[in-house]
């Protein structure tokens, strides 16, 4: 089963509900997330940037058990808008508003790396399907490639981007990455009512597609034939990449169609986990589900109050994990990690080594969604130890079955030895008795 989950830029809470019934689940509270600052993170807990409070001079991050309606852990790190995080949830990176990118270790809440990416405000972060690279969009109009690699490695000064797509000439509204990780596509939206498709390998600009309003929300097909566009007229359209499309479009060149249904601007947009169901989230505070293959509309869900500016779909399957077999280990892996740190090596922010000592224990380990460098070490020599202990067993077993199958052949051996001797044995009497009976 599948939930789509929502957030809104006032304090309405976060709305979550079956994706195919449509029934409400737990709706958690005190949340005005930012726009693309709402994410699952290693499908253990919820965290959310949050909208800044004027009168606070940072800004902040939740996070949510999935069983309480309460944030547990609140961080004041920088001003941060949109947040991504691996599959994983081994780390967080943030955007923030001073043009900088913040990498964290999710485990310890450790800022590991820092670096200044854009000239103004971090609007929206992607990663590729390998993780191995970082897309960031900005209000400077521009879109930037970066290995994650060299970021961390060091190399984050100076022109430390693999590419720099400087095309939009108003703020970037939404990034989305292909399939195929260095050899993908990038899809990027605009205010200046375009969205582009960027070669990540070489470099180039594929194609510009202009709509007949401002896109803030993108949606890629998985087979890569299409994309969706959320606009500020309340309607998604449907732009094509490898799909056909005409000329005589009402709407425009590489444009197939719209869904209407919106009576205000779409602000979010994704697609289920098949990618036969689209999730739309509008000003209009709805949450619609729709069909793409009859491209109708299924579900209507109603979020509380206020606009939508966040959706996500999650499988219930990584909220309710069942790895563990011991039930004190899974409460234990129901903590939260702890706040996130201001700044690198800051002595002022301790580690809170209680939810640290999760990952410690040695059977334990392993059911973890997270956990730090120092714990994976000990997990990789207990590997080791483990490993060592089974070669030998399997030496012991396989010396066994060669002696087995050495004796089982000098067996054979005497067996068939004995046949060929006691046949020629016979054949010289059958010799005798044919020559004495013809004498």
Partial sequence: MELVIASSPVDSGIGCWDLYTGAEQLRYKSCNSATHGLICIGGRFLASSQVRDKAASSGSILYWNWKKAQPEVKSFPEVINPITSNSSGTFLIG???????????VASGRLLMKWHAHYRAVTCLVLSDDESLLVSGSEDGCVRVWNLVDVMSGNSEGNAYLHSFSEH?????????????????????????TCKVWSTSKGLLLRTIAFPSIIDAIALDPGEHVFYSGSRDGKIYIGTLNAESTSSSSYGLHINGALSGHSKSVTCLTLNIDGNLLVSGSVDGTVR???????????????????????????????????????????????????????????????????????????????????????????????KQEGSMVLKLDHQRSVQMAQEWKKLYEDLYQFCTNEVVDGDETRECKKCCRRQSDQ
Wanted: hydrophobic fraction near 30%.
């Fill in 289 to 383: 589900i729709w069909d793409t293959k009859a491209q109708q509309i299924i579900r209507i869900l109603m979020h509380s109050k206020g606009s939508v500016n966040n959706v996500i779909v999650v499988r219930r399957s990584l909220l309710n994990p069942q790895t563990s077999v011991n039930p004190k280990a899974s409460k234990r892996a129901s903590l939260l990690p702890p706040p996130l740190h201001r700044q690198i090596n800051s002595e002022g922010d301790d580690v809170d080594l209680n939810h640290m000592s999760l990952p410690q224990a040695p059977c334990e380990s392993r059911d973890a969604h997270y956990c730090s460098y120092p714990v994976m070490m000990q997990q990789c020599n207990e590997l």
């Fill in 95 to 105: 955007g923030g508003s001073n043009g900088d990118i913040y990498y964290w270790e």
């Fill in 169 to 193: 000439t108003l703020r970037v509204t939404d990034v989305k990455f292909g399939y195929g990780g260095g050899c993908g596509i990038i899809i990027s939206s605009s205010e200046d009512r």
